[in-house]
């Protein structure tokens, strides 16, 4: 798998390529290519907002034009929020995304060019991409450079992540119960129910212990929850009363 390099064009604030080297680490990017940026390089202010993705910044290689910048690479794609009135095929993050995805997967070389802050990219340079990418917004279309390099990244790692949509914290409070766990769960309270009276008449207890069961079930309770239950059926078949203080 080849990730995409990230090439910032003419960027003009140390802090800004720091911010970008710093989202490119949180995902899985390395390759950080500058085109002439305006304030020389190294750049002291890039290494601080980098933080722990100093790497990524100790490496990046610094090009004289974007055409050189991108020289090498098999795919590249545009980000631009404005019309530029070129017939440009326009992808949302997540569609270029996969593209690259499936580029790399051929062992092509691929690329992602940023504009500087104040213009963004100019049609000469959109003239050596693919395509362009443009993120959509609610208002105030043009994200800074750290916040499009950010969103990006994401789509590119989220488009090969096998991160469940959702899941359980790890540990032993926070594990699924067993199901001998669940089950002495439903009998300790299928048992208290029937002294209190609750499933009643006989003819129904079967029918009632199952709707329980499904409904607890469908809780997916954790192994805390279902010891936390059972404590508050034990407190409310005993009577338990603590004496408040004060």
């Given at each position: 798998m080849n990730p995409p390099a990230v090439i910032l064009s003419h960027p003009q604030l140390g802090e800004n390529i720091g911010a970008a080297a710093r989202a490119m680490a949180n995902f899985g990017l390395s390759d950080l290519r500058l085109v002439a940026p305006r304030s020389g390089w190294p750049?002291?202010?890039?290494a601080a907002m980098a933080a722990g993705a100093a790497s990524v910044?100790?490496?990046?290689?610094v090009f004289a034009t974007v055409a050189e910048a991108v020289g090498e690479l098999n795919l590249v794609f545009a980000t631009t929020a404005r019309e530029r009135g070129i017939a440009r095929?326009?992808?949302t993050p997540a569609e270029a995304a996969k593209r690259l995805r499936v580029?790399?997967?051929r062992d092509e070389r691929t690329g992602i060019l940023f504009g500087n802050e104040r213009a963004g990219l100019d049609n000469d340079e959109i003239s050596?991409?693919?395509?362009?990418?443009?993120?959509?917004?609610?208002?105030?279309a043009s994200l800074n450079l750290g916040q499009a390099v950010l969103v990006t990244s994401y789509e590119w790692f989220r488009a090969g992540d096998a991160t469940p949509p959702a899941r359980l914290e790890h540990g032993q409070l926070q594990r699924k119960p067993t199901r001998e766990e669940m089950l002495q769960l439903f009998e300790h309270l299928e048992r208290e129910l029937l002294v209190s009276g609750f499933l009643y008449p006989p003819d129904k207890?079967?029918?009632?212990a199952r709707a329980i069961r499904a409904t607890l079930h469908r809780a997916r309770l954790t192994y805390q929850e279902v010891q936390t239950l059972r404590g508050m059926i034990v407190a409310l078949a005993k009577g338990k009363h603590r004496v408040r203080k004060g």
């Open positions: 750049n002291a202010k890039a910044v100790d490496n990046a290689r095929e326009i992808m580029a790399s997967t050596l991409c693919d395509a362009v990418i443009t993120v959509p917004t609610a208002e105030f207890v079967d029918g009632m």
